[in-house]
């Protein structure tokens, strides 16, 4: 476990950064690719430590994957494709590998066992493991299918409409991915609207999806053609560069190809909302892919607000990073309505609130979010990720705030999902 010692001296932040892949996006196309026939190109993949699990898992499952640095040449086999493993699938830290993955298993007539690291083994699964098993998959796992290790023996399915208690893309991708495979019409009715990655990629290797305001229904049976998909970069990394030019003086940042996916721009919305000097320049819009733009933020006079209800799961993982934003706010910002935080890579309610908290700033926790006053500078000290990558950028950027040393315990998570992230940093740091 390394400690990063982070001294910056209230540096500003200028220039620009590609921000690398989206880390949603890359795995569905690994394992679209998979499932479809034929053989599928992948651009801009995320070369992050969760999205090479998901590449490991399918390699075990019998498909031949080439890596050359972010371009993937995936050789699919269509869902009969899949051979059972000979191994335990290991998904390492990801819980997007797990959940998705568990609904293509569902299909698949052979037995597979899943685990991951320890924080996969206190994360909720039976949010999955439930609705598949009403499909007809057998499932079982630690206390009764919540948890890891988990086996599953899929086979012959039916379709189910089913209504998650909340809003999460996992839950519904990985229905979805089981309805591909069922007897008959699946339908996901979900409280608020997630992210909809899967959905684009199901049109994009040339299956259907039919889509009503917050219903989501697939026909099984559906054969997917192998196809091209380019990754645009990720807003979620992007986030970090977004705030740290929000709030360290006199910085001025463009990140270049960012996804805009109105279902993951939250984010946006909510530092326009609190005053933010930013703009944005549209390349593609095209509907059935993912939309991409450049980023310009500036230096901002902000001011607190109030972020609930069908806003979280469209910034649900920029939530670390938005409280950060909000220390540098004038008066008060209330986050509601983010139960979900509490079941992530750590409870990221708890490890914001406590890390955020040794640096000075005024935080404090509800039973559905946080307060956040605004806390001027803040000071030195010693803090950790937990292993959450989420947590250890943005205590990275806190340190940005700091006149003394912020020393960074367990840094190595940020590999999670942002390789380049301190090489990142420092490049925006020198072209002041
Ligand atoms: O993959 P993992 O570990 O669950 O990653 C996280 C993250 O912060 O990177 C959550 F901890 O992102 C999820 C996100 O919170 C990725 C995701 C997806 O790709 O479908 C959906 C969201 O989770 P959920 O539970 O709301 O579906």
């Given at each position: 476990m390394g400690t990063q010692a982070l001294k910056y001296n209230q540096n500003s932040l200028n220039g620009e950064i590609v921000v690398p892949g989206d880390k949603s996006i890359s795995h569905r196309s690994v394992m679209f690719g998979a499932i479809a026939e034929g053989q599928t190109t992948v651009t801009g993949f995320l070369l992050g430590e969760d999205c090479l699990s998901t590449v490991s898992c399918f390699r075990q499952l019998g498909i031949e994957i080439e890596l050359d640095k972010d371009k993937l040449l995936i050789h699919g086999k269509g869902f009969k494709g899949l051979k059972e493993p000979n191994?335990?699938?290991?998904?390492?830290?990801?819980?997007?590998?797990?959940?998705?993955?568990?609904?293509?298993?569902?299909?698949?007539?052979?037995?597979?066992?899943?685990?991951?690291?320890?924080?996969?083994?206190?994360?909720?699964?039976?949010?999955?493991?439930?609705?598949?098993?009403?499909m007809g998959a057998r499932i079982d796992g630690r206390q009764n299918g919540e948890y890891t290790p988990l086996s599953i023996r899929g086979g012959e399915t039916k379709g189910i409409t089913y209504h998650p208690p909340v809003a999460s893309a996992q839950v519904k991708s990985s229905i979805l991915l089981a309805g591909l495979q069922a007897e008959g019409t699946t339908t996901v009715i979900e409280p608020e609207k997630s992210r909809d990655h899967t959905e684009r990629m199901i049109r994009q290797f040339g299956g259907k999806v039919e889509e009503d305001g917050l219903r989501v229904s697939v026909i099984g049976g559906q054969t997917l053609k192998g196809t091209t998909i380019h990754v645009p970069g990720d807003i979620s990394s992007a986030a970090f560069f977004l705030v740290a030019g929000a709030i360290v003086p006199n910085s001025c940042i463009t990140l270049k190809n960012v996804g805009l996916n109105p279902t993951r721009t939250g984010i946006i919305d909510v530092m326009q909302e609190m005053g933010a000097d930013l703009t944005i320049d549209v390349k593609s819009e095209d509907p059935n892919v993912e939309p991409v733009g450049d980023i310009t933020i500036k230096t901002s006079n902000l001011k607190g607000t109030t972020i609930g209800g069908d806003i979280i799961p469209r910034l649900i993982d920029e939530i670390p990073i938005i409280a950060l934003l909000a220390t540098q706010a004038q008066g008060e910002t209330v986050i509601q309505d983010a139960h979900e935080l509490k079941v992530k890579e750590t409870n990221r309610i708890d490890t914001v609130v406590n890390e955020l908290s040794k640096l000075g700033a005024k935080i404090s926790a509800t039973e559905d979010g946080m307060i956040i006053q605004s806390s001027g500078t803040l000071s030195g000290g010693t803090v950790s990720s937990h292993g959450d990558h989420r947590i250890g950028m943005m205590l990275a950027i806190a340190a940005l705030l700091s006149d003394q040393e912020v020393f960074l315990e367990d840094k190595e998570a940020i590999s999670v999902s942002y390789p380049q992230f301190f090489e990142h940093l420092n490049q925006l740091l020198i072209n002041e």
């Open positions: 191994e335990v699938l290991n998904v390492g830290n990801s819980g997007t590998t797990i959940r998705l993955l568990m609904g293509i298993l569902a299909g698949r007539p052979f037995h597979s066992t899943l685990i991951g690291d320890e924080s996969i083994g206190k994360r909720p699964m039976t949010r999955v493991t439930n609705p598949l098993s009403q």
